[in-house]
């Protein structure tokens, strides 16, 4: 049975995909979707209530909920996405390089990735931004940073594992390039757990990013942004508390969308199963 249609048996994965595809069409398509500017100010309707005009009301400028919601996408979704690919690159890029060559290069790179991850995850990220200023470039430079050493152990793990395999050994002894060994034998191997560990830690970065907002170092106003909206809506979190609600549910649908679905995909690939097909 393929990928494909496990994923389809699998209802938990088959729901999880479509939130996340559904989010994602929602993002592309929002200057088109969005019923309003999502950064016009409008103060005669500040805190307006839920109506058909305004189908979750408006925030404390008057700014149309739903049409920020929408562009939030754009920016924490994509974003987080774009971190993702970024990070998966660099890591399995170095990781290949590491776990094939071996010798002092690997004990180099191994060494600094030891550095790396002895330092606490959240620790690094705020001291990156730190220094590089608040914005959404440097949070997206500091997940990088921090998360690449962990990609690049993995992959160079599992590059080691399967490089004592008799094909690729058989490869290397009738001399086919390096680039073919890496490309047609080792990374098909370690996509499966990349691809599981990746869509684990998009959920992380989201969180991430969106935490920074909050606190006021990620994603500045008047971009639309899920922590920026709670942020903005925390100091009324009494008076009008469904200012926060909207906003804490879109972030905590993707988010357990894309862990259910690193979920899935864990059991979906895992060997053990394959032996029992």
């Known amino acids: 049975m393929n990928l494909t249609k ?18 994602i069409i929602l993002g592309i398509l929002a200057p088109y979707i969005a019923p309003f500017d999502p950064n016009k100010v ?8 839920i109506s058909s005009e305004h189908w979750l009301g408006c925030d404390h400028l008057g700014r149309d909920i739903f049409s920020r919601l929408l562009y939030g996408i754009r920016t924490t979704l994509f974003l987080s996405l774009l971190t993702m690919i970024i990070t998966i ?23 600094l990735c030891d550095i790396m991850l002895s330092f606490p ?12 200023g608040v914005g959404i470039e440097n949070v997206i430079i500091a997940n990088i940073v ?16 399967y490089s004592r395999k008799n094909y690729i050994l058989f490869s290397r002894a009738i001399g086919a390039p390096h680039s073919f060994i890496i490309c047609r034998h080792l990374l098909p191997n370690v996509m499966s757990e990349l691809v599981v560990l990746a869509t684990l830690d998009t959920g992380w970065v989201i969180l991430n990013i969106s935490a920074l ?10 971009t639309a942004e899920w922590g920026l909206m709670l942020s903005e809506a925390k100091n ?14 879109a972030i905590l649908i993707v988010v357990a969308a894309f862990n259910m679905l690193g979920d899935c995909l ?12």
């Open 6 to 23: 496990k994923l389809i048996n699998n209802k938990t994965a088959l729901i999880c995909l479509i939130i996340i595809t559904t989010m």
């Open 42 to 49: 409008r103060i005669v309707r500040k805190y307006a209530a």
């Open 89 to 111: 690159i660099v890591g399995s890029v170095i990781g290949l390089i590491s776990g094939y060559r071996r010798g002092k290069l690997d004990e180099c790179i191994m060494r």
């Open 121 to 132: 995850s959240q620790v690094m990220i705020l001291a990156i931004v730190g220094v590089l």
């Open 146 to 161: 921090v998360k690449w050493a962990w990609y690049s152990r993995m992959i160079r793990s599992s590059v080691i594992k």
């Open 213 to 222: 907002s909050f606190i006021g170092l990620g994603v500045q106003a008047p």
């Open 236 to 249: 009324v979190m009494t008076q009008h508390p469904m200012q926060m609600v909207f906003p804490g549910i």
């Open 266 to 277: 864990r059991d979906i690939l895992d060997p053990k199963e394959k032996l029992h097909e």
